[in-house]
């Protein structure tokens, strides 16, 4: 294969590897909302290795992570531009790795992409990596290729590359596979480059590992002035034709608020369900969600009431979010007080999670940071008192919903 650009348009600048892992939910009564803080450290350890073994000539970007995405991009575009323009794929082998369906739709983008180029050996673009160790039922392709990386120190098998970077005996072994591994990484995209190519889109492929398998579904519902509705006075700027059109930031946020909080919840492994709480009168009766609320909502009466009947019926496992222009005019800050003042009525404003979200944010930063948090409390709410039958003596720990627990009545 030769680095010559095959995409559309201008030349993309190729990468040396795009990291692949599955996201992990918050935990449950905290606000911290970077679980993978182990994934980002990997990552950096990797780029700098991948950079120490680079050759001076090289015009290859460092390597790909979500999480260095900016916040008001379309993340989703962004993506595929990613799986388009690696080298190689590093995925972070781990039990969730194989359960969800994201990863195994970045797997299989990357690989539908070699298989567009002729490439007769794929697996060869593919570097994985023992994050935790598999259950035994799990034999994925390339485990072997996984293991190999640690030939040489037995804890890497038996604990997996997380725990030994965590652990301060193992460092030493866990910076020699990472040596290893950016070593490989740059063998391959300097010497047996594969240019640029386009991948398909993300949303239009099923998961290499369970490609029958539905997901969950999550809501989100928007509570916002359509330009038809906007009240006298507001600025229409970040309005549209229909209310999930909403941008609260249109300088910041080039898609409308619930697209940013669609791609959360897909990436905690969700299917999403968009729609205004106009045409939603019975909101996520048999599925979890959120209310993103504009306090404009409520400057009229009919949005007004309409807030209000929402908070009466609205069940524990779908929770508001108030969101705030941070240069409101004074009009405006009574209209959120008010706003706030009937969402601290719903039924889950105990829980500290509600309680934020009914606080509001003010800033696109502010909004993503929080929407996994209130994703996973929606969910646990759901799983605690949603409409399905469950055990009596109930599990050990809290599962992932299923596809029939959310399906649709």
Not at 245 to 264: G, M, T
């Amino acid at each position: 294969m030769n680095g010559t650009d095959r995409t559309e348009g201008h030349a993309q600048r190729s990468s040396y590897f795009f990291l692949s892992y599955a996201h992990s939910p918050p935990l449950a009564g905290t606000l911290q909302a970077d679980p993978d803080q182990w994934v980002r450290t990997f990552f950096r350890d990797l780029t700098d290795s991948v950079e120490r073994h680079a050759s001076p000539q090289r015009r290859l970007a460092p390597g790909f992570f979500d999480q260095e995405i900016p916040v008001g991009v379309d993340w989703k575009a962004s993506l595929n531009r990613a799986l388009g323009t690696a080298e190689v794929f590093v995925p972070l082998y781990s039990p969730g790795y194989f359960a969800r369906s994201w990863p195994g739709r970045e797997w299989a983008c990357f690989a539908k992409r070699l298989a567009q180029v002729g490439m007769s050996d794929p697996m060869r673009r593919f570097a994985p990596v023992l994050w935790i160790p598999l259950l035994s039922e799990h034999e994925p392709p390339g485990l072997h290729q996984a293991l190999a990386l640690g030939e040489f120190d037995p804890a890497y098998a038996e604990n997996g590359l997380r725990a030994m970077l965590r652990l301060p005996p193992y460092q030493a072994s866990y910076r020699l596979i990472v040596d290893r591994l950016a070593a490989r990484i740059v063998e391959l995209a300097e010497h047996e480059r594969l240019g640029p190519s386009a991948a398909p889109n993300i949303d239009r492929v099923l998961s290499e590992f369970h490609p029958g398998d539905d997901v969950a579904v999550f809501a989100v519902a928007v509570a916002a002035p359509a330009l038809a509705d906007l009240p006298v006075g507001r600025d229409p700027l970040g309005y549209g034709d229909r209310s999930t059109d909403w941008r609260a930031y249109p300088a910041d946020q080039e898609l409308p608020l619930a697209e940013y909080a669609a791609q959360v919840a897909e990436q905690l492994d969700f299917a999403v369900d968009v729609t205004g709480v106009e045409e939603s009168p019975k909101l996520a009766r048999n599925r979890p969600g959120v209310i993103l609320v504009d306090p404009w909502f409520a400057a009229h009466d009919r949005g007004l009431n309409m807030l209000r009947s929402l908070v009466r019926e609205m069940p524990a496992w779908v929770l508001p979010l108030l969101v705030l222009d941070p240069l409101a005019n004074e009009h405006a800050i009574q209209l959120a007080d008010k706003a706030r003042s009937i969402l601290g009525r719903a039924r889950a404003a105990d829980t500290q999670t509600a309680e934020r979200a009914i606080n509001g944010v003010s800033s696109l930063k502010e909004f993503v940071t929080l929407m996994p948090i209130l994703v996973t409390e929606a969910e646990r709410q759901y799983l605690r008192h949603g409409p399905f039958p469950r055990s009596k003596a109930g599990p050990a720990f809290w599962p992932r919903l299923t596809a029939e627990q959310t399906s649709r009545p």
